[in-house]
T-cell receptor, first 111, second 112 residues
């Protein structure tokens, strides 16, 4: 069964303090690994898709990387507006568009 | 605005009632989904439709019945609501190219 484990569950940073979120996964053939951002009371917002080990993608202060077992979301010099829950999900090969999500990491960035 | 829109945003109802949630997307996507997010914020797939055809039906009680009148709409009807059905239900859509979903803003269902 496909599984996604995210750590830590919660992370508190000071503004400007860089850090990383971890997403470990097991999947029967990776179709893609997805990162989403979710703000309170809203639906998840798509950030990145990574398809193969070694791939990296960046968006503003966020950088996602992928290995064969895990993905990291690196946050460089975060700002308070980066506070949100970050969700990781995997899609398996085989024709289904289903995504399996982790429980998320709640990030709080204090000014 | 191009988006996935769900109605209602909030739904409070008594145990045993029947209720429906509606979802519409104007993104031209082929596939639509229902996900349930529980109190621990865990998102789990319930159903998926591709161009009006049911393609994913996870282990969900028979009281939940999705319907897709066309590829832009996916509704969720729930019979005989139970306390455990309280959650946030998200509709989403995607292209079959395998890229990320676009989610709606969710329907918070509270069963009392």
């Amino acid at each position: 069964e496909d599984q996604v484990t995210q750590s830590p569950e919660a992370l508190r940073l000071q503004e400007g303090e860089s850090s990383s979120l971890n997403c470990s996964y097991t999947v029967s053939g990776l179709r893609g690994l997805f990162w989403y951002r979710q703000d309170p009371g809203k639906g998840p917002e798509f950030l990145f898709t990574l398809y193969s080990a070694g791939e990296e993608k960046e968006k503003e202060r966020l950088k996602a990387t992928l290995t064969k077992k895990e993905s990291f979301l690196h946050i460089t010099a975060p700002k308070p507006e980066d506070s949100a829950t970050y969700l990781c999900a995997v899609g398996a090969q085989g024709g289904s568009e289903k995504l399996v999500f982790g429980k998320g990491t709640k990030l709080t960035v204090n000014p | 605005d191009t988006a996935v829109s769900q109605t209602p945003k909030y739904l409070v109802t008594q145990m045993g009632n029947d209720k429906s949630i509606k979802c519409e997307q104007n993104l031209g996507h082929d596939t639509m989904y229902w996900y349930k997010q529980d109190s621990k914020k865990f998102l789990k797939i319930m159903f998926s439709y591709n161009n009006k055809e049911l393609i994913i039906n996870e282990t969900v009680p028979n009281r939940f019945s999705p319907k897709s009148p066309d590829k832009a709409h996916l509704n969720l009807h729930i019979n005989s609501l139970e306390l455990g059905d309280s959650a946030v239900y998200f509709c989403a859509s995607s292209q079959l190219t395998g890229d990320g979903y676009t989610f709606g803003s969710g329907t918070r269902l509270t069963v009392v």
